[in-house]
C-alpha cells in the first residue's frame, strides 16, 4: 500500500468548509483513497473513498487529483463535533487490515 | 441495534497476568481485525481474521494470542510475554467481500497494566 503524508494539525473555524490534503505520491492504479476520522477516546470511523473519480456522501466530499498523487476531504459546514484525527490511507483493497499514519489533527473552533 | 461490542471500557492488571479483551459483533462481518494505538500514534495492526478458524499475525503480534472459533467472537489475549501491553485496544470487523469495503470499529478498551 503507498504511503501518504499528511499535515499534523489544522483549524477551521466553525461552519465554514474544512479541506484536509493528503499526498500519496506513490499511489498505485488499483489502489484506493480512504478516510476515516477519530473522534478523542473513540473508534475510528468511515468517511469516504475513492479510486479516480470525485465523491460525495452525507459526511464529506472526497476530490482526487487528476494525476491521483493527491486528494482533499472537504467537510462543507463543519461542525465542534467533526474535531476529530482524520486518516488518509491508500490501500488495494478496504477488506484488508489498514495501516495508519498519525494523520491530521482538525480543531473546529466557535 | 447493529454493531461490535468491546469490554470492558477501562480493564486494569497487574504485571505479569494474562488479560483476554472481547470483541463481538452483530454485522454478520466475516472479517475481524485487532489494533494498538499508543497516545498520540495511529493504530497498528496485531491479528486479523478473515474467515473462522483462521488468523493472520499483523505488524506487532508478538505477546498477543488470539482465536476465531465463532464468526461473531474475536477475543485476544494480552500475555506477560507483551512487554509494554498498556494502550487502547481497538477491535474492527469488515465484509471480506469485493475491494471496496468500509471497516466499522467498536468503542475501544483501554488496558492499563499496574
Known amino acids: 500500500d503507498a504511503k501518504t503524508t499528511q499535515p499534523p494539525s489544522m483549524d477551521c473555524a466553525e461552519g465554514r468548509a474544512a479541506n484536509l490534503p493528503c499526498n500519496h505520491s506513490t499511489i498505485s492504479g488499483n489502489e484506493y483513497v480512504y478516510w476515516y476520522r477519530q473522534i478523542h477516546s473513540q473508534g475510528p470511523q468511515y468517511i469516504i473513498h475513492?479510486?479516480?473519480n470525485n465523491e460525495t456522501n452525507e459526511m464529506a466530499s472526497l476530490i482526487i487529483t487528476e494525476d491521483r498523487k493527491s486528494s482533499t476531504l472537504i467537510l462543507p459546514h463543519a461542525t465542534l463535533r467533526d474535531t476529530a484525527v482524520y486518516y488518509c490511507i491508500a490501500l488495494n483493497s478496504g477488506n484488508t487490515p489498514l495501516v495508519f499514519g498519525k494523520g491530521t489533527r482538525l480543531s473546529v473552533i466557535a | 441495534d447493529g454493531g461490535i461490542t468491546q469490554s470492558p471500557k477501562y480493564l486494569f492488571r497487574k504485571e505479569g497476568q494474562n488479560v483476554t479483551l472481547s470483541c463481538e459483533q452483530n454485522l454478520n462481518h466475516d472479517a475481524m481485525y485487532w489494533y494498538r494505538q499508543d497516545p498520540g500514534q495511529g493504530l497498528r495492526l496485531i491479528y486479523y481474521?478473515?474467515?473462522?478458524?483462521?488468523?493472520q499475525k499483523g505488524d506487532i503480534a508478538e505477546g498477543y494470542s488470539v482465536s476465531r472459533e465463532k464468526k461473531e467472537s474475536f477475543p485476544l489475549t494480552v500475555t506477560s510475554a507483551q512487554k509494554n501491553p498498556t494502550a487502547f485496544y481497538l477491535c474492527?470487523?469488515?465484509?471480506?467481500?469485493?475491494?471496496?469495503?468500509?471497516?466499522?470499529f467498536g468503542p475501544g478498551t483501554r488496558l492499563t497494566v499496574l
Open positions: 481474521s478473515q474467515i473462522v478458524n483462521d488468523f
Open positions: 475513492g479510486l479516480k
Open positions: 474492527a470487523s469488515s465484509i471480506p467481500s469485493g475491494r471496496e469495503s468500509e471497516q466499522f
